[in-house]
């Protein structure tokens, strides 16, 4: 079956300029997680989906980041306006919801670098 | 609330020798615990999960590690390193619940010497 696929897979901007990642998780994944990857760190969850409603946006910086996932399937996820310390890779990643120990399945990631 | 600790940001060995990376969690719940593999310029791919069953996982790649609740650990060990081995290595936490988040630790990159 085919992975997550995530676009563009590196981006390069300047500060205060916004940007947009889409993603489109494995076919039937009711769920769909993006994280944020600063270089020297573990992922980090900005948003979590189930179908097209937002489970957990707690640490989504909510001033500058925006994400949405209409029909319960794509996803994208927005900055406007970047920040330096928002380079990083940015990680979307989908599970099932079928059964205790299901598996999260990542895409390659996008990675951005705001100078 | 969880967490994960990993010992040692990089981590060198010899090709052939045995692989140790260390990782120990806290959590409030019974945890599943994960190991992933990230190599350059790629997601992350999953090397073994626990999930309440057997304490001695075995996973990809010649992978195991052994889930030890009295010491809150969960280390990832491979006999025998190989130079594709090398790559950074994420230990990761979630509870019970199945479309709970996964909460990483930092990473170790392990570097393979020929």
């Known amino acids: 079956e085919a992975g997550v696929a995530q676009s563009p897979r590196y981006k390069i901007i300047e500060k205060r300029q916004s940007v947009a990642f889409w993603c489109n998780p494995i076919s039937g994944h009711a769920t769909l997680y993006w994280y944020q990857q600063i270089l020297g760190q573990g992922p980090k969850l900005l948003i979590q989906f189930q179908n097209n409603g937002v489970v957990d946006d707690s640490q989504l910086p909510k001033d500058r980041f925006s994400a949405e996932r209409l029909k319960g399937v794509d996803s994208t996820l927005k900055i406007q306006p ?11 990643a989908s599970s099932t919801n079928r059964g205790l120990g299901n598996e999260q399945f990542f895409g390659p990631g996008t990675r951005l670098t705001v100078l | 609330a969880q967490s994960v600790t990993q010992l040692g940001s990089h981590v060198s060995v010899s090709e052939g020798a045995l692989v140790l990376l260390r990782c120990n ?3 409030s719940v019974p945890p599943y615990l994960f190991w992933y593999v990230q190599y350059p310029n790629q ?8 999930t309440s069953a057997a304490t001695l996982v075995k996973g990809i790649n010649g992978f195991e590690a052994e889930f030890k609740k009295s010491e809150t650990s969960f280390h990832l060990t491979k006999p025998s390193a190989h130079m594709s081995d090398a790559a950074e290595y994420f230990c990761a936490v979630r509870g019970f ?14 570097s393979v010497i020929a």
Do not use: H, I, M, W
């Not at chain 2, 709970?100 to 630790?105: A, I, K, Q, S, W």
């Open chain 2, 43 to 50: 997601g992350l791919q999953l090397l073994l999960k626990y």
């Open chain 2, 25 to 27: 969690y806290s959590s």
């Open chain 2, 97 to 110: 619940r199945g479309n709970t988040p996964l909460v990483f630790g930092k990473g170790t990159r392990l």
């Open chain 1, 82 to 92: 970047a920040k330096l310390e928002d380079s990083a890779v940015y990680l979307c």
